[in-house]
């Protein structure tokens, strides 16, 4: 059962670009919302982390949007450059104390000069 | 500060097999997990542990075993080995609560 669906599963774009990675949710009791990025070889890092009471979130270049209505957030990368290019999961996580990451499939993006 | 280990990086079994793969985290998390990823599919959750003595089974389960003895360690073992084993496996750890979670570097293990 698939808890978080990502999309989509491969991106590419020019330097510059804006790519965004769309991830759905069924589970409203969900509350904790991060994404992880992952370079080849590497295990995944927390790149940036949003809960519903927020509807955007920006980190530097990156700027998670959140629509609770529609169960469905997303990650925006402005002015996207080839060191971005890696693997980027959605996760959710239900609140209390200890508590199961649920990842999407994750995007492959790449970032061409 | 090691952070989370992982060993072996690279591991080929055949078919049945057993090993154990290792993991430590040095930051005293009392929630440790392990993921297996495949293509296509995401991360998916094996076993946790919320403390020492304390596990439970994740998504898929099925062919692994775990036990915490201490904070630090979180061994996953495979009893005997299948080609649908054949995965790259991460260890993660955290505090208690929705905080960030520190990943391995994994262990790729292909099962012949």
């Known amino acids: 059962q698939q808890q978080v669906k990502q999309s989509p599963q491969s991106l590419i774009v020019q330097k510059g670009g804006i790519p965004i990675i769309n991830c759905a949710y069924e589970?409203?009791?969900?509350?904790?919302f991060p994404w992880y990025q992952q370079f080849p070889g590497k295990g995944p890092a927390l790149l940036i982390a949003i809960r519903p009471d927020v509807s955007e979130k920006k980190e530097g270049r990156f700027t998670i949007s959140f629509n609770k209505s529609a169960k469905q957030f997303s990650l925006h990368i402005m002015d996207s450059q080839p060191g971005d290019s890696a693997t980027y999961f959605c996760?959710?996580?239900?609140?209390?104390?200890?508590?199961?990451?649920?990842f999407g499939a994750g995007t492959r993006l790449a970032v061409h000069p | 500060n090691a952070g989370v280990t992982q060993t072996p990086k690279f591991q080929v079994l055949k078919t049945g097999q057993s090993m154990t793969l290792q993991c430590a985290q040095d930051m005293n998390h009392e929630y440790m997990s392990w993921y297996r990823q495949d293509p296509g599919m995401g991360l998916r959750l094996i076993h946790y542990?919320?403390?020492?003595?304390?596990?439970d089974q994740g998504e898929v389960p099925n062919g692994y075993n775990v036990s915490r003895s201490t904070t630090e360690d979180f061994p996953l073992r495979l009893l005997s080995a299948a080609p649908s084993q054949t995965s790259v496996y991460f260890c993660a750890s955290r505090y208690t609560g929705n905080t960030e979670a520190f990943f391995g570097q994994g262990t790729r293990l292909t099962v012949v």
């Open positions: 542990s919320v403390g020492a003595g304390i596990t």
């Open positions: 996760a959710a996580s239900m609140p209390g104390g200890y508590n199961k990451l649920i």
């Open positions: 589970n409203t009791a969900f509350d904790y």
